[in-house]
């Protein structure tokens, strides 16, 4: 995928998630992931947007180890039942095997995961208020 914010070398890739980020809708509609390394590796990566009070859903992931560096907005990330503030420039390590459960704050979310590549990548996504 070549656009503006995204650039190739023969070896590697170079992403402006700051560019992705302000082209993005905002509003219904604009939680999801809204860039994906393509796969040429063994790395998956995702940019991730989640509306105010919007929520990723409890779940369990056995497969893989996860990174997740909040890029803005605040929110509340849960692992294994214990809750974490988070913001920008925080990086938060999930082990695989535990649950985990996002919520944003009344900024939103803006995330990247990092993670060794596996079969697609499923978010639940949720409003609470």
Request: proline share 3%; glycine share 12%; aromatic share 2%.
């Amino acid at each position: 995928m070549e656009t503006a914010a995204v650039t190739s070398t023969h070896r590697a890739q170079v992403v402006d998630l700051a560019a992705i980020m302000a082209g993005a809708a905002h509003g219904a509609g604009a939680d999801g992931v809204h860039w994906t390394l393509q796969p040429a590796g063994d790395l998956n990566a995702n940019l991730v947007r989640l509306e105010p009070g919007h929520v990723v859903e409890h779940h369990v992931n056995d497969a893989v180890d996860v990174v997740i560096v909040v890029l803005a907005g605040t929110g509340t990330v849960t692992v294994d039942g214990e809750d974490a503030e988070v913001g920008p420039r925080l990086l938060v390590e999930i082990p695989k095997g535990a649950g985990r459960r996002l919520r944003a704050g009344d900024e939103g979310l803006w995330y990247l995961t990092v993670h060794r590549r596996k079969a697609g990548i499923g978010i639940d996504l949720t409003r609470h208020r």
